[in-house]
């Protein structure tokens, strides 16, 4: 379906999600369960989508927050919407100078990826899954 | 739908949706697993949208994820479809018919009702790094204590440090609480139902998914566009659909914090 041109210009609608992590969030706990024939594989796929998802309570994420803020260069802040300052915060944006709450987050995710026994930083919808593996 | 491929000697059915009989029409997209062609399996009004997948267990790949949401989207395009749980895999025809077109027939009349002539939209939103000016322009307490943690070395400003993420966690996750509800206030009137999910990504504002009649779409990204051009400096949105209403489906199990 053709997109109509947002006169504001700020949003377009694209057909699917974009990125696994969207990808992941649209499909995988959602469509109606047929009990007992749900059998899904999720070897390999699961620490990704458990660690899109990070717990915000914990001393790990504290600890990034103050780092952030303590960053923040409020000085060089005239108001909202400097355009060099949302360049570059665009999604991906690893490449900021500072190391910002994203960047310190996508540590995380490759920390997690790489060990397998981070029992901890696993949400309730981790052990869901798991039974579906087993059953 | 075509049936030129041969199915394994071992094969089981995965099932994506079901939609009715009178709506069925051919699928070209590859199936899940082995690509089998997607075929119907029909039980007088209702039909399951299937296709032959090795037995065992349907790996969570990301080409699987495609294509599952690829056979889905095209079955979207020409009728009303209830999606299936992504891996869902039945023994046989046979099975199908009995222990999902049968056993839950008045369920997937009524889902199909329910969503008949309505398009799922994804609207997810996630904070610019601007936001954490905000909290400290906001806040006094958060405001002092950064003065008095920088600069100083890490180590004798450990439980300080601490203390100040904690006071900003809580004020960001107050501020998306406020963030959605405002959002909320503007697009779910134009929307038939709206479901929250998982938010717990410490940048994410919300992740929302809004049933709405195909004949609003276009006042919907109006006024979705409307709402990300007020938020420019501090959220940024992504927007998808028409989609298959994966979230209206099943049991209203998530909250819209998650638990």
Redesign the interface.
């Known amino acids: 379906?053709a997109m109509?041109p947002?006169?504001?210009?700020?949003?377009?609608?694209?057909?699917?999600?974009?990125g696994?992590y969207?990808?992941?969030?649209?499909?995988?706990?959602?469509?109606?369960?047929?009990d007992i024939?749900?059998?899904?594989?999720?070897?390999?796929?699961e620490l990704l989508t458990i660690d899109?998802?990070?717990?915000?309570?914990s001393?790990d994420?504290?600890?990034?927050?103050?780092?952030?803020?303590?960053r923040?260069d409020?000085a060089e802040?005239g108001g909202?919407?400097l355009p060099e300052?949302?360049e570059g915060?665009?999604?991906g944006g690893g490449r900021r100078k500072t190391k910002?709450?994203?960047s310190g987050?996508k540590e995380s995710i490759k920390e997690a990826v790489s060990g397998d026994d981070d029992d901890e930083k696993q949400?309730?919808?981790r052990r869901r899954s798991r039974s579906?593996?087993d059953g | 739908m075509s049936d030129n491929v041969p199915a394994p000697p071992d094969a089981e059915l995965y099932v994506y949706g079901v939609i009715r009989t009178t709506d069925a029409q051919p699928v070209r997209a590859p199936g899940v697993g082995i690509g089998s062609p997607v075929r119907v399996v029909q039980s007088t009004t209702l039909c399951a949208v299937t296709s032959d997948v090795e037995r065992g267990y349907v790996h969570a790949s990301r080409e699987d994820l495609q294509r599952h949401m690829r056979v889905l989207q095209d079955v979207a395009a020409f009728a009303t479809v209830v999606p299936l749980k992504f891996g869902t895999v039945m023994p046989d025809e046979e099975a199908v018919i009995r222990e999902l077109l049968q056993a839950r027939r008045s369920d997937l009349e009524r889902l199909l009702a329910a969503l008949d002539g309505r398009v799922e939209l994804s609207l997810r939103a996630t904070y610019e790094e601007i936001v954490l000016s905000e909290v400290v322009e906001q806040d006094a307490e958060v405001a002092s204590l950064r003065e008095r943690v920088r600069g100083r070395d890490e180590a004798s400003t450990y439980y300080e440090r601490i203390r100040l993420g904690e006071l900003v966690a809580a004020a960001m996750v107050a501020k998306r609480r406020q963030d959605t509800a405002d959002v909320l206030a503007k697009l779910q009137p134009l929307a038939e139902d709206v479901r929250l999910g998982d938010v717990s990504h410490e940048r994410s504002v919300l992740s929302a998914a809004f049933l709405v009649r195909r004949e609003r779409l276009e006042e919907f990204d109006s006024a979705a566009a409307q709402v990300a051009a007020e938020q420019e400096a501090r959220i940024k949105f992504r927007y998808a659909g028409p989609l298959p209403p994966y979230s209206f489906v099943g049991s209203e199990d998530e909250g819209p914090w998650g638990s």
Do not use: C, W
């Open positions: 379906m109509t947002q006169r504001e210009g700020y949003l377009q609608r694209s057909p699917n999600p974009s696994l969207d990808v992941l969030d649209l499909i995988l706990d959602k469509g109606l369960v047929i024939y749900v059998r899904v594989s999720l070897v390999g796929i899109a998802r990070i717990v915000v309570a001393v994420t504290y600890l990034r927050f103050a780092e952030a803020v303590n923040l409020l802040k909202q919407g300052v949302i915060l665009q999604e910002g709450v994203l987050a949400p309730a919808r579906e593996d």
